[in-house]
């Protein structure tokens, strides 16, 4: 029986003792007890005397209600004279500002009404939660991109695909589940990809040094003896417990194949170009498969040994889906389906394929559901179907703690279908990205991946050939993309989740920390700068959720502040840009399944037309990325994340659509590009498969200049200041590790 299953109502998690453990982790934060710091990624967090003792005394119990008079007798002598309802409560705000927690949603220090407090999250490895609160039950979820395996997929940005979960009561429930960590890679060196062996006794796991065998009981770990170069990432184990099926990128701009490998020695075999999300079926005959471009992908079958390739499914235009999962016949495949809408949204649904019928059947769509207090959750891409008939999933937390997301499970009646309430089995910081169980699902890996994305400054010496190393803007660990400058260069227009959701935020270079522009309950982003040089026009996004075809709205807010006002609305909205003064010149493009069209708007009145000498039209249109000139003249167009031996950008005439092609040498894929701001060149951020992330100078004849390179760091879209002289980019890195869950 699996973790989805043995959890009899009522019962509680497993505690652990730490008091007298010199150093107490849990997430991304460990307490160093000798030296009284706490520390998260490393990096020490300032944190006040009192703020940490009450820190050191939940850890000592986690997940058990210490009471507001244990907290008194641990702070303050028996003599001592304070208010001390208003000192205590001012202390857990200053210990949960440290650790970006929140009172409404926590994930570490919950408030235990009229008794005091108690410690979430898991403590050293061990799950610590209690049995009291509701908690969400399923219905829709979330797509993800991993930082650390970013130069994998194509496209940070618009990895962030999204779709929802039905919040229902329930109660956290479990027997002896105990989670333990069984990685502990740095930032440098994060894991690549992870499953476990059908007998549960073995991790194989991929880092940047190769592929490893642990041992999980005993930890022994050592190297899989395999050929120089062949950088594979374990995505599976065949059912006779000696074979991986491996993900392999054979070079900078080669599409993912997939690969047999074995674990006592032999050369691997490749069995199939152009395969990726491998999962071998229950007796081993099969392997389902993800193939084909982001955004067109299909679902493939083929048998264990590479033979007989076939299209299961074309789950719909302009789709991404996640792994498929097989039921325990293996007459089933369930798989994530994430329809892409422009900038960071999907309308996802769990769906399954019945091998023997052919029938397609959605168990549960996230369209329209939203969690019972009002706020939406997500749904990662990782499915496991389980012997005893329980999807288990990830589903992340609710706002501010967004970009968490932990372990859940449902059971599924013998039809398939939703049959029962869903269970949490992890409560703890940072996102899963992927998912991996024993035959028996009484083991069950996963991988956390944290991010810190940011917006960085670097400045552009005279000749416009070097660039400064970048610099961090924003001093925090929210998601933070820079869009526009102000007309003087000396202040950053962003978009940022801080508050949850996003919101527009302006940030000078001399300041520390951004002003709020645009708030409220709605997400915003992508604010522009109008040629007024006083107005700027944003987006505000339909509500995640919401039925396909929900129109976005196109608004308008003084630099200064005050209210916004609506410009336009249109249901398949995508970018927004404007050029500088003496141009007029606003632009923006609505996305059709086959065509990319323009249109020229005022921001005052929003009457807009149509350029039809700008038009695309592609099957991959929502691949699409363009930038306006500062002059308004020339529109560029580039086709980013996929992966091309020349990556090419197109140069229209505004005013005539004559067109002019280039391309870019020596990297594999365009993630985005911008122009610069004397309209001669663009800036685009590049990559390639093998790891490297690279900012581009690209002049208008092709000429190409690699500004800056970077293997630990993905490299995002740069906007140039309007005097030149700097560039606001986004950068990301990140850490992945694998845990355990394990039933007994």
Same mark, same amino acid.
């Given at each position: 029986?699996?973790?989805?299953?043995?959890?009899?109502?009522?019962?509680?998690?497993?505690?652990?003792?730490?008091?007298?453990?010199?150093?107490?982790?849990?997430?991304?934060?460990?307490?160093?007890?000798?030296?009284?710091?706490?520390?998260?990624?490393?990096?020490?967090?300032?944190?006040?005397?009192?703020?940490?003792?009450?820190?050191?005394?939940?850890?000592?119990?986690?997940?058990?209600?210490?009471?507001?008079?244990?907290?008194?007798?641990?702070?303050?002598?028996?003599?001592?004279?304070?208010?001390?309802?208003?000192?205590?409560?001012?202390?857990?705000?200053?210990?949960?500002?440290?650790?970006?927690?929140?009172?409404?949603?926590?994930?570490?220090?919950?408030?235990?009404?009229?008794?005091?407090?108690?410690?979430?999250?898991?403590?050293?490895?061990?799950?610590?939660?209690?049995?009291?609160?509701?908690?969400?039950?399923?219905?829709?979820?979330?797509?993800?991109?991993?930082?650390?395996?970013?130069?994998?997929?194509?496209?940070?940005?618009?990895?962030?695909?999204?779709?929802?979960?039905?919040?229902?009561?329930?109660?956290?429930?479990?027997?002896?589940?105990?989670?333990?960590?069984?990685?502990?890679?740095?930032?440098?060196?994060?894991?690549?990809?992870?499953?476990?062996?059908?007998?549960?006794?073995?991790?194989?796991?991929?880092?940047?040094?190769?592929?490893?065998?642990?041992?999980?009981?005993?930890?022994?770990?050592?190297?899989?003896?395999?050929?120089?170069?062949?950088?594979?990432?374990?995505?599976?184990?065949?059912?006779?417990?000696?074979?991986?099926?491996?993900?392999? @990128?054979? *070079? $900078?701009?080669?599409?993912?194949?997939? &690969?047999?490998?074995?674990?006592? #020695?032999?050369? %691997? !075999?490749? +069995?199939?170009?152009?395969?990726?999300?491998?999962?071998?079926?229950?007796?081993?005959?099969?392997?389902?498969? @993800?193939? *084909? $471009?982001?955004?067109?992908?299909?679902? &493939?079958?083929?048998?264990?040994? #590479?033979?007989? %390739? !076939?299209? +299961?499914?074309?789950?719909?235009?302009?789709?991404?889906?996640?792994?498929?999962?097989?039921?325990?016949?293996?007459?089933?495949?369930?798989?994530?389906?994430?329809?892409?809408?422009?900038?960071?949204?999907?309308?996802?649904?769990?769906?399954?394929?019945?091998?023997?019928?052919?029938?397609?059947?959605?168990?549960?769509?996230?369209?329209?559901?939203?969690?019972?207090?009002?706020?939406?959750?997500?749904?990662?891409?990782?499915?496991?179907?389980?012997?005893?008939?329980?999807?288990?999933?990830?589903?992340?937390?609710?706002?501010?703690?967004?970009?968490?997301?932990?372990?859940?499970?449902?059971?599924?009646?013998?039809?398939?279908?939703?049959?029962?309430?869903?269970?949490?089995?992890?409560?703890?910081?940072?996102?899963?990205?992927?998912?991996?169980?024993?035959?028996?699902?009484?083991?069950?890996?996963?991988?956390?991946?944290?991010?810190?994305?940011?917006?960085?400054?670097?400045?552009?010496?005279?000749?416009?050939?070097?660039?400064?190393?970048?610099?961090?803007?924003?001093?925090?660990?929210?998601?933070?993309?820079?869009?526009?400058?102000?007309?003087?260069?000396?202040?950053?227009?962003?978009?940022?989740?801080?508050?949850?959701?996003?919101?527009?935020?302006?940030?000078?270079?001399?300041?520390?920390?951004?002003?709020?522009?645009?708030?409220?309950?709605?997400?915003?982003?992508?604010?522009?700068?109008?040629?007024?040089?006083?107005?700027?026009?944003?987006?505000?996004?339909?509500?995640?959720?919401?039925?396909?075809?929900?129109?976005?709205?196109?608004?308008?807010?003084?630099?200064?502040?005050?209210?916004?006002?609506?410009?336009?609305?249109?249901?398949?909205?995508?970018?927004?840009?404007?050029?500088?003064?003496?141009?007029?010149?606003?632009?923006?493009?609505?996305?059709?399944?086959?065509?990319?069209?323009?249109?020229?708007?005022?921001?005052?009145?929003?009457?807009?037309?149509?350029?039809?000498?700008?038009?695309?039209?592609?099957?991959?249109?929502?691949?699409?990325?363009?930038?306006?000139?500062?002059?308004?003249?020339?529109?560029?167009?580039?086709?980013?994340?996929?992966?091309?031996?020349?990556?090419?950008?197109?140069?229209?005439?505004?005013?005539?659509?004559?067109?002019?092609?280039?391309?870019?040498?020596?990297?594999?894929?365009?993630?985005?590009?911008?122009?610069?701001?004397?309209?001669?060149?663009?800036?685009?951020?590049?990559?390639?498969?093998?790891?490297?992330?690279?900012?581009?100078?690209?002049?208008?004849?092709?000429?190409?200049?690699?500004?800056?390179?970077?293997?630990?760091?993905?490299?995002?879209?740069?906007?140039?200041?309007?005097?030149?002289?700097?560039?606001?980019?986004?950068?990301?890195?990140?850490?992945?590790?694998?845990?355990?869950?394990?039933?007994?």
């Amino acid at each position: 029986m699996s973790l989805g299953a043995r959890i009899p109502t009522g019962a509680r998690l497993m505690t652990v003792s730490t008091a007298e453990t010199p150093t107490i982790r849990f997430g991304i934060f460990e307490v160093d007890r000798r030296s009284g710091e706490l520390r998260r990624n490393g990096v020490r967090v300032k944190l006040q005397e009192q703020p940490f003792q009450i820190l050191l005394t939940l850890l000592e119990h986690p997940g058990e209600v210490v009471t507001r008079e244990e907290l008194r007798s641990r702070l303050w002598a028996e003599d001592t004279y304070v208010d001390f309802d208003h000192s205590l409560n001012a202390a857990v705000r200053r210990l949960r500002d440290a650790l970006a927690d929140s009172a409404e949603n926590p994930r570490f220090v919950e408030t235990v009404a009229r008794r005091g407090y108690r410690f979430l999250a898991p403590v050293n490895g061990v799950v610590t939660a209690d049995t009291s609160q509701p908690v969400p039950a399923i219905s829709a979820r979330r797509f993800w991109i991993p930082l650390t395996i970013a130069v994998l997929l194509a496209g940070v940005v618009l990895g962030l695909i999204i779709a929802r979960t039905r919040r229902q009561s329930g109660q956290i429930t479990s027997a002896a589940i105990k989670q333990r960590r069984l990685t502990a890679s740095s930032e440098e060196n994060p894991v690549l990809g992870a499953a476990i062996s059908p007998d549960g006794k073995y991790l194989a796991f991929a880092d940047k040094t190769g592929v490893s065998l642990r041992q999980i009981d005993s930890g022994e770990t050592h190297s899989l003896s395999l050929p120089s170069g062949f950088a594979a990432i374990p995505s599976g184990w065949y059912p006779d417990g000696t074979h991986l099926v491996a993900t392999w @990128v054979e *070079g $900078p701009i080669a599409p993912p194949s997939l &690969w047999q490998a074995s674990i006592i #020695g032999g050369a %691997p !075999r490749k +069995l199939i170009d152009d395969g990726q999300l491998p999962a071998v079926s229950p007796d081993g005959s099969q392997i389902a498969f @993800v193939k *084909g $471009p982001k955004h067109a992908e299909e679902i &493939w079958l083929m048998a264990g040994d #590479g033979e007989n %390739p !076939r299209q +299961l499914v074309v789950p719909c235009h302009n789709c991404t889906v996640g792994v498929p999962a097989w039921s325990p016949d293996g007459s089933k495949i369930a798989y994530v389906v994430s329809e892409y809408t422009p900038l960071w949204r999907a309308n996802t649904s769990v769906v399954s394929f019945n091998l023997r019928t052919g029938r397609e059947e959605t168990i549960f769509s996230s369209g329209g559901h939203q969690a019972e207090v009002g706020r939406e959750l997500e749904l990662g891409p990782a499915l496991i179907w389980t012997t005893d008939n329980h999807l288990v999933y990830s589903v992340s937390e609710l706002a501010p703690n967004q970009d968490d997301s932990n372990v859940w499970s449902v059971p599924l009646d013998p039809q398939g279908h939703i049959a029962g309430s869903a269970v949490r089995l992890t409560a703890a910081p940072n996102e899963v990205s992927s998912l991996s169980a024993s035959a028996d699902g009484k083991r069950i890996i996963y991988t956390k991946n944290y991010s810190n994305l940011g917006v960085y400054i670097s400045e552009l010496n005279s000749g416009g050939t070097r660039l400064s190393a970048p610099h961090r803007l924003t001093l925090d660990y929210w998601r933070n993309y820079a869009f526009s400058w102000t007309a003087d260069s000396k202040t950053v227009l962003f978009a940022s989740d801080r508050d949850g959701t996003f919101h527009i935020f302006k940030q000078r270079l001399d300041q520390s920390a951004p002003e709020l522009l645009v708030g409220g309950s709605e997400e915003t982003s992508l604010p522009r700068l109008a040629p007024d040089n006083a107005t700027v026009v944003f987006e505000i996004w339909p509500r995640l959720g919401a039925p396909p075809g929900s129109p976005r709205r196109l608004m308008r807010i003084s630099l200064a502040g005050g209210p916004p006002q609506q410009i336009l609305e249109r249901s398949d909205l995508g970018n927004v840009q404007c050029a500088r003064a003496p141009s007029t010149l606003c632009l923006y493009d609505l996305r059709g399944p086959t065509m990319v069209s323009f249109f020229r708007f005022d921001p005052l009145t929003g009457e807009s037309e149509e350029l039809p000498q700008l038009r695309i039209q592609d099957a991959s249109s929502y691949a699409y990325n363009w930038t306006l000139s500062p002059d308004g003249k020339i529109l560029a167009t580039g086709k980013g994340k996929i992966l091309q031996r020349e990556p090419s950008i197109t140069f229209t005439s505004v005013e005539d659509g004559s067109k002019r092609t280039v391309t870019a040498q020596a990297w594999a894929g365009i993630n985005s590009i911008d122009f610069a701001a004397d309209g001669r060149s663009v800036w685009a951020s590049a990559f390639t498969n093998t790891g490297k992330w690279a900012l581009l100078s690209i002049d208008l004849q092709g000429r190409t200049r690699t500004m800056l390179e970077d293997a630990q760091m993905a490299i995002g879209w740069a906007i140039p200041s309007p005097d030149g002289k700097h560039l606001a980019m986004w950068k990301a890195n990140g850490g992945s590790n694998v845990w355990m869950l394990e039933n007994f």
